[in-house]
């Protein structure tokens, strides 16, 4: 099923899963999968201002059409416009010279009158394209929602392991019920004792309580998936343009690490924006991007709050027999 953000409706959010015992929470894929995809979709929402002073369109719904089925039509008649994509308009099934789509056939039930074939040659229908190669941003949301999705269900075992300080074993059912009670007492702020060593009734051998310590090993692996997660959404956010530190050094990045971090910012935005005013021309609209992303169309200064050292300083520090952290 292609994932559509308005198709759905998310009931029962806000109750706490473990009142429910069918309720899988976090380990429900698919529903987490789609709470995430939501949550990319809302951040680039917002990407981009237009400008339609002839008509009044949801233009919410237009960024929908772009980012998740990577182009949408605007189609006019009868002096009405009407926004389509890929829930109710396809391909045409000609092309031109250059392989690229003649037209689209319209077939929404809720607007007949706007049902029929259109040509991207004619006036009255305009292709809106939201990158060169009509992908939009659902290819690149999914990889990162489903590594984010399996990750966040390592993490919960990984919590839950958490709370096993240690792993206690016993050899007979007496020593395992003594250990269970100091336990359950523990709770209640008893204090109890489980005895060393207890004695089998059948052979008169020693059977002892055994302590296995394993919280050291989780913690590291609890830091490993925190990291991991960081990587991905910060690589992702980076790729629509917003800063988002991904780099996972524990020492200061210098200003070359910190410049290609930058520029990976701006192509994908550009190739978007460029794609938007090229259809809002024909138009008659005007299309910029939002104040979050203007660092896209002029270089910004790296923010103060990062501390970086140059190659230079670096150098003269090590030659001088002293250390850079």
């Keep these: ?38 949550e990319f979709f809302n951040t680039t ?23 998740c ?36 056939i319209v077939t929404n039930p809720y607007a007949q009158e706007f049902n029929g074939q ?24 999914a990889r990162a929602c489903e590594m984010l999705v399996e990750n966040d269900i390592t993490i919960l075992n990984a919590l839950e392991n958490l709370r096993i300080m240690n792993i206690y074993y016993a050899e ?26 207890v004695k089998s009734w059948m052979n008169g051998e020693s059977k002892p309580l055994g302590v296995l310590p394993v919280n050291g090993v989780c913690t590291t692996y609890m830091q490993q998936l925190i990291e991991i997660a960081t990587y991905i959404r910060g690589s ?15 020492q200061s990045l210098s200003e070359n690490e910190i410049g290609a971090n930058d520029d990976i910012l701006k192509p994908l935005v550009q190739n978007m924006l460029l794609c938007r005013q090229d259809a809002a021309k024909k ?10 992303w203007e660092h896209i169309e002029q270089r910004g200064d790296t923010s103060e709050s990062v501390r970086t050292i140059s190659d ?3 150098d003269i520090d090590e030659n001088a027999g002293g250390s850079v952290e």
């Design 312 to 314: 230079t300083d670096r």
């Design 236 to 250: 992702l956010y980076n790729s629509i343009g917003l800063q988002s530190n991904w780099n996972m050094k524990r």
């Design 172 to 197: 007979d059912s007496n020593t395992a019920n003594a250990f269970t009670q100091m336990q359950k007492n523990l709770k209640w702020g008893k204090l109890s004792t489980v005895l060393q060593a």
């Design 69 to 104: 089925y990577g182009w949408a039509c605007v189609i006019t008649k009868n002096d009405k416009k009407l926004v389509v994509s890929g829930n109710c308009a396809g391909w045409l099934g000609e092309w031109t010279e250059y392989y690229m789509p003649a037209g689209v």
């Design 1 to 38: 099923m292609i994932f559509r953000p308005f198709d759905y409706w998310h009931t029962g959010i806000f109750s706490y899963n473990d009142y429910d015992p069918k309720a899988k929470g976090i380990r429900d894929k698919p529903r987490n999968f789609e709470s995430r995809m939501s």
């Design 45 to 67: 929402a917002v990407m981009f201002q237009w400008d339609t002073p002839d008509i009044e369109i949801p233009i919410f719904r237009l960024e929908q059409y772009l980012q």
């Design 283 to 292: 138009l008659g609209w005007t299309v910029k991007l939002n104040d979050i």
């Design 118 to 141: 259109y040509y991207f040659s004619d006036d009255n229908c305009v292709l809106i394209r939201n990158d060169s190669e009509f992908l939009g941003l659902y290819p690149m949301f």
